[in-house]
């Protein structure tokens, strides 16, 4: 069937519609009903297990000997490959091993893990218990987790004695005891993945040894839960300090996955597919885990960066000797990689002729970058749109279903089940090619967020500016063909190398310090990273040791926040431009640090900072 056909059988009756999907899963009780109005729930009677359906049904089908799982760790040098078999033996016996620390169906488990196999089979082994995994990207810092623990509150952390980044090794560990130190919450123990390169030291009567207790583990059967049942939650920046908790139910999620695995990427039962991200991140969870191993197909588990870890030709190398048919990675990691390898001799030297494209995702696509991977690879390059609350992808090119056309500086048209708008600011629609808010029409499709942890209020306003629609908080526009143009951001949220940050949270890490007076944080354009974030900074008068000062709110972001919030910048200014009502006017501040050209507002306080602020950025702007 064709894009046209399904968008409109989607439309038309989207409870067959979906209910077929539903189909392709294994149920221990297939739903009647697929969305429930009153509930605004899908699959209000189904009940199934994830977990059976992304990895026993598989070799229950007879496919136990077929690739399931492959790890490739350029960083530590090792590989390592699962079947099907294999995985499920790890996963249950994994799942024994929590369970024997009293883990439960609804129970919260947090996973702070670098990018081991380990780390995917303990979120497997959550699903097949019907716990509910956390898993907290391992470059955020032990304040972060302490956050992350305070408010979903699990039974139990699972962790390493260490990650890797190029040149270092992170202690998981000292990171962990930090956070388990600051958080109000105490789960009953931590089980430690003792990784050979570095040994952590277990504290007696909390910490326990995972090689051990995994040995002595029975394995542990699947649990069936309600569609509705929660399967993760994943937090993710919001405009405060506090970050939301995505939750992700059952049913709906393992239906459309499994269906954009054909649908949207063109992949079938047994091919190898390549999410290029991390386990921390929706598409990690989505295209790492869960999307492929329902599906039936090998999926590729990357500890390395797309450079340096050795070269920029790693992730062809690695396409080629799996014969990846379909990769999926963000457009800074292409940036990296044009900028060590300009002429893509890396990408000549492969080859890749199982490779039929390539999705980019996470942050804008800037043509240039796409156009030159396009014309390196001679594959169709793909943008495509969509938000951890989302789940999976809501703007794409349907790859799957025969769509090729792509449109310049467009993510491509709206995914069969989500209804795109666009509004003004006082809820008017507007005319196509106009840009605006970018809304999606409830109910919400199959797999998007139903709810925030512990958290009603933040839920309901991504729904009350708009009734009757969810506030994306991009801007965007849709052309007359149904090409919709993703603009950025509405709010203070920024994209850095794909990696969703809030600048108002890094703005109260910054307030914090005692010499800070007030601040403004805003996402500068970055060449490599997409964005960047630079601080505008007033000191208390007569502050003489701005360098001091400078290096310390740089280790308070680090150290609050995690690394890769680093600031580009930091001006030290002697006031922030303003409107007359105090509000800070950050747009004009990003303005200036991208060297655009700026328009004062007539509402401006004192027009007298603005100068002395050009003047610095000029002078210190980065080459
Ligand atoms: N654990 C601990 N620290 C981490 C980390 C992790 N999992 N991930 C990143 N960091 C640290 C880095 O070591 C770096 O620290 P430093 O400032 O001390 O050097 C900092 O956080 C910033 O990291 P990163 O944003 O990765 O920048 P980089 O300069 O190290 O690497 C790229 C640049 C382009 C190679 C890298 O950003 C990249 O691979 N981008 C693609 C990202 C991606 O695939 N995102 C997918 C989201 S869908
Ligand atoms: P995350 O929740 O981390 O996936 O971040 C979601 C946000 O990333 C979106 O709201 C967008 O602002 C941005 N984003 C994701 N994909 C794209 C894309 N293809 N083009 C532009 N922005 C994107």
Redesign the pocket.
């Known amino acids: 069937m064709s894009l046209a056909d399904v968008a409109a059988s989607a439309a038309r009756d989207p409870q067959a519609f979906w209910l077929d999907a539903a189909a392709g899963l294994d149920w221990t009780r297939f739903p009647n009903q697929a969305h429930d109005a009153a509930s605004d729930s899908w699959f209000p009677d189904g009940e199934l297990n994830t977990c059976f359906n992304a990895v026993d049904r598989h070799v229950e089908a007879g496919r136990d000997d077929a690739t399931a799982l492959i790890y490739e760790s350029p960083i530590t040098g090792k590989s390592a490959r699962f079947s099907f078999a294999e995985l499920q033996e790890r996963v249950a016996r994994t799942a024994g091993m929590i369970a024997a620390q009293g883990v439960e169906k609804g129970d919260r488990v947090i996973i702070y893990m ?2 081991v196999p380990e780390a995917v089979f303990a979120m497997l082994a959550c699903a097949r218990l019907g716990a509910v995994h956390s898993v907290v ?3 955020f810092a032990a304040p972060e987790l302490a956050k992350r623990i305070d408010d979903c509150e699990p039974k139990l952390v699972l962790s390493a004695s260490c ?1 890797f ?2 040149g ?1 090794t ?1 202690a998981y560990k000292p990171l962990l005891d930090q956070a388990l130190e600051l958080a109000r919450h105490k789960p009953t123990a931590a089980i430690i993945l003792q990784r050979e390169e570095l040994s952590a030291a277990l504290q007696e009567g909390r910490d326990l040894d995972w090689q051990a207790n995994y040995a002595e583990a029975d394995p542990a059967p699947c649990v069936p839960v309600a569609s509705s049942d929660p399967l993760y939650i994943l937090y993710t920046s919001g405009t405060t300090g506090t970050p939301k908790g995505v939750v992700r139910d059952n049913g709906g999620h393992a239906t459309v996955l499994h269906w954009s695995m054909g649908s949207i990427y063109g992949i079938d039962t047994g091919d190898t597919y390549w ?4 386990i ?5 969870h989505s295209y790492i885990v869960y999307g492929p191993l329902l599906k039936g197909c090998a999926t590729i588990l990357f500890e390395g ?4 870890t050795p070269d920029a030709g790693i992730f062809w190398r690695l396409v080629d000797q799996h014969q990846v048919k379909v990769l999926f ?2 457009p ?2 292409i ?2 990689i044009r900028r060590s390898d300009p002429d893509g001799s890396f990408i000549d030297d492969a080859s890749l002729s199982s490779l039929q494209a390539l999705f980019l ?3 804008r696509a800037d043509p240039d970058t796409l156009l030159w991977i396009a014309d390196k690879l001679g594959k169709p390059v793909i943008d495509h749109w969509w938000q951890t609350e989302l789940g999976w992808p809501a703007i794409a090119t349907c790859f799957g279903l025969g769509e090729t056309e792509i449109r310049a500086g467009s993510a491509g048209r709206a995914v069969p089940g989500y209804r795109f708008k666009v509004r003004d600011d006082a809820g008017d629609p507007v005319d196509a090619g106009v840009v605006g808010n970018l809304l999606i029409e409830q109910p919400l499709p199959p797999g998007a967020f139903r709810s925030l942890w512990n958290n009603p209020v933040k839920f309901q306003a991504g729904f009350v500016d708009f009734p009757g629609h969810y506030t994306t908080g991009d801007a965007g526009m849709i052309d007359q063909d149904g090409y919709i143009h993703i603009m950025g951001r509405t709010d203070d949220i920024i994209n ?4 969703r940050l809030s600048t108002g949270q890094m703005e109260e890490v910054v307030a914090n310090h005692p010499q800070v007076v007030e601040c403004a944080v805003v996402g500068a354009t970055d060449e ?2 997409g964005e960047m974030p630079v601080g505008f900074v007033v000191t208390r008068p007569g502050c003489a040791r701005l360098d001091e000062v400078h290096s310390e709110l740089v280790a308070s972001i ?1 150290g609050d926040i ?3 919030a ?1 600031p580009r910048s930091i001006y030290f200014v002697d006031g922030l431009p303003k409107t007359r009502s105090g509000k800070i006017l950050r747009n004009l501040l990003r303005d200036i640090t991208n060297g655009a050209d700026i328009s004062i507002p007539q509402t401006i306080d004192d027009a007298g900072v603005i100068e002395p602020i050009i003047e610095q950025v000029e002078r210190k702007a980065p080459a």
């Open positions: 670098p990018m990207f391992g470059g990650g980044e190029p270092r992170i999410a290029a991200s991390d921390g991140w929706v598409v990690g960066k797309p450079v340096g990675t963000a800074t990691a940036r990296a995702a996470g942050e850095v190398a794909g990696h490599l990273k680090r995690g690394p890769i680093s």
